[in-house]
T-cell receptor
Framework: DTGVSQDPRHKITKRGQNVTFRCDPISEHNRLYWYRQTLGQGPEFLTYFQNEAQLEKSRLLSDRFSAERPKGSFSTLEIQRTEQGDSAMYLC???????????????FGPGTRLTVL | AQTVTQSQPEMSVQEAETVTLSCTYDTSESDYYLFWYKQPPSRQMILVIRQEAYKQQNATENRFSVNFQKAAKSFSLKISDSQLGDAAMYFCAYRNPTSGTYKYIFGTGTRLKVLA
């Protein structure tokens, strides 16, 4: 168990460019979450996957954002036509299937820090 | 809508002393989970402690314990014998029981400084 990993850890881009982030959850975890954390705030929920199905999207996830989890393993979060307001830490978390002592716990990755110039 | 409030943006504690971080929440649900997560600088968030709302007994994990007051909707974290490694951002989180996603609602965090 190597934990949740995210790539890249840091991304600097110019306004208007597209960016894509990757999240690799803990291998047996079929539930995956994306959160956004801006400076001075707690993480805010963006979207949730169970296996490959995207079951919930926050209103924070505008049309410029798209997330996928094509084979129920890793997930990608793409932001098109980035804006300065998109600058934030993007966190990925995963959770195990039903049962087990850690069922209710989300395990977080280190995050991708996005800076839009 | 459920909300989580952490009213202390920053707290300081002397090494080996005890500190309490506050968290209040608002919900109309009766069954839910509450969590405290620690986020060290430039490192990932890790779970410190969790509390099931249906349990009256306060959760304890080594030097960390909670004071869960369900009627008051209060969930404070007590750190005993503070260590330099406890310095971090601490987030209180509520798990929405009515959402099948089990998504978290976080507070704004408390930055804990530990003084040597």
């Amino acid at each position: 168990d190597t934990g949740v990993s995210q790539d890249p850890r840091h991304k600097i881009t110019k306004r208007g460019q597209n960016v894509t982030f990757r999240c690799d959850p803990i291998s047996e975890h079929n539930r995956l979450y994306w959160y956004r954390q801006t400076l001075g705030q707690g993480p805010e929920f963006l979207t949730y996957f169970q296996n490959e199905a995207q079951l919930e999207k926050s209103r924070l996830l505008s049309d410029r954002f798209s997330a996928e989890r094509p084979k129920g393993s890793f997930s990608t979060l793409e932001i098109q036509r980035t804006e300065q307001g998109d600058s934030a830490m993007y966190l990925c978390a995963s959770r195990s299937p039903s049962g087990g002592s850690s069922y209710n716990e989300q395990f977080f990755g280190p995050g991708t820090r996005l800076t839009v110039l | 809508a459920q909300t989580v409030t952490q009213s202390q943006p920053e707290m300081s504690v002397q090494e080996a002393e005890t500190v309490t971080l506050s968290c209040t929440y608002d919900t109309s649900e009766s069954d839910y989970y509450l969590f405290w997560y620690k986020q060290p600088p430039s490192r990932q968030m890790i779970l410190v402690i969790r509390q099931e709302a249906y349990k009256q007994q306060n959760a304890t994990e080594n030097r960390f314990s909670v004071n869960f007051q369900k009627a008051a909707k209060s969930f404070s974290l007590k750190i005993s014998d503070s260590q330099l490694g406890d310095a971090a951002m601490y987030f209180c989180a509520y798990r929405n029981p009515t959402s099948g996603t089990y998504k978290y609602i976080f507070g704004t965090g408390t930055r804990l400084k530990v003084l040597a």
